[in-house]
């Protein structure tokens, strides 16, 4: 069983800096990828950026030059260090990692509970 962890979320000024980070814990043999979704109240859920182990990186337009994604193999944390933040970026953000438990399985999809980040008017 793996768990992942957010933490770093509240409240933010716009224009201010936040910095969201993700643990993994448990059962891990490899983790293939780390990404960060948010979700707005009534909208669906959307991908603000993702990173593979290699350090490959994609953002999401609404983020991209704003929002840094990065990852930390050895404590199996991914982090999103975001600035310039705007109202519009108030969301709940969740973070997916594609894991593999054991070699012999299939990469599974797991995610965390989520941390809210509000960015005030």
């Known amino acids: 069983q793996v768990q992942l962890v957010e933490s770093g979320g509240g409240l933010v000024q716009p224009g201010g800096s936040l910095r969201l980070s993700c643990a993994a814990s448990?059962?891990?043999?490899?983790?293939?990828?780390m990404d960060w979704y948010r979700q707005i109240p009534g909208k669906q859920r959307e991908l603000v950026a993702a990173?593979?182990?290699?350090?490959?990186?994609n953002y999401a337009d609404f983020v991209k030059g704003r929002f840094t994604i990065s990852r930390d193999n050895a404590k199996n944390t991914v982090y999103l260090q975001m600035n310039s933040l705007e109202p519009e970026d108030t969301a709940v953000y969740y973070c997916?990692?594609?894991?593999?438990?054991?070699?012999?399985?299939?990469?599974?999809?797991?995610w965390g509970q989520g941390t809210e980040v509000t960015v005030s008017s």
């Open positions: 448990g059962t891990i043999f490899s983790i293939i990828a």
């Open positions: 997916h990692g594609k894991i593999r438990s054991r070699l012999a399985y299939p990469p599974g999809d797991y």
């Open positions: 990173v593979s182990r290699g350090g490959t990186t």
